[in-house]
């Protein structure tokens, strides 16, 4: 059983703005084929994978057909947004197992846990990775992998280099604009393209998120 607001309060003002998310990120993507998409923030507890699990739940409540990676070696895994079995996960298969992508209970939305790496070798600088990536972008309409914060790990510009884009999401309140500088230079510099920004846990009263993530949309269009 899952647990996301958009799947409980479909109603509430983040529900309507990840689905608002939602629709930018498809007209954006739209010339794309088998989209790829990485979503990070600057730091822990910005809320990436909330909006990164709600944001897959409601592109499969379109229809679309989408994997969620859990792609964060430190999180807190998806377990807060689903019921799945540990399975070894993204990890385990990049180290050879035998591993699939289970059903998240919504539909067209199946999902990937991220696992625990045996040995020492890095686990996403192996070259299974990019077969892998590949393997599952032909069987999605769109896969979607949640890395770690940009600033504390080297994670989301190593997987990003195999993806259409990325989509950074800030917390209101928690971010410099410093943050937003260096993490904009790091994807540019490793020529990996932002597509979108989302101020996340934004006061109804101080701001209009949907207005934030077009303003950004329209920024990197350029
Ligand atoms: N818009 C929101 N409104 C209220 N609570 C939120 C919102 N977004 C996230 N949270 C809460 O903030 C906490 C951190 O969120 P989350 O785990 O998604 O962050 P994260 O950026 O993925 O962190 P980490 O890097 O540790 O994985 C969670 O308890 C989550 O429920
Ligand atoms: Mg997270």
């Known amino acids: ?17 990840v689905r608002t998310l939602r629709e930018s990120l498809f007209a954006h993507i739209s010339d794309i084929e088998n989209p790829l998409i990485i979503t ?21 409540q379109s229809g679309k057909r989408v994997l969620l990676i859990d ?16 399975n070894g996960g993204f990890v ?35 070259p299974r ?20 914060p940009i600033l504390e790990s080297s994670d989301p510009v190593v997987l990003g280099k195999h993806a259409s884009g990325i989509i950074l999401v800030f917390r209101a309140g928690n971010f410099q604009r410093e943050d937003e500088l260096v993490a904009r230079e790091l994807l540019e510099r490793s020529g990996i393209k932002i597509i979108g920004a989302v101020i996340n846990g934004v006061r109804e009263q101080d701001q209009d998120p949907y207005y934030t993530y077009q303003r950004h949309l329209e920024m990197n269009r350029k």
């Open 129 to 148: 990775v990019i077969d892998l990536l590949q393997k599952y972008r032909k069987g999605y309409d769109i896969v979607i992998i949640d890395t770690a």
């Open 40 to 60: 990070s923030s600057p730091h822990r507890g910005d809320g990436c994978t909330t909006l990164t699990a709600n944001l897959a739940g409601a592109i499969g």
């Open 92 to 126: 385990k298969i990049i180290e050879g197992g035998d591993v699939q992508a289970v059903s998240s209970g919504i539909e067209n939305l199946d999902i990937l846990p991220c696992g625990i790496p045996k040995g020492n070798k890095h686990p996403f600088d192996s």
């Open 71 to 86: 792609g964060d070696l430190n999180g807190e895994g998806l377990g807060d947004y689903f019921q799945h079995e540990s």
């Open 1 to 17: 059983m899952a647990k996301l607001w958009i799947e409980s309060e479909p109603l509430n003002k983040f529900s309507d703005a």
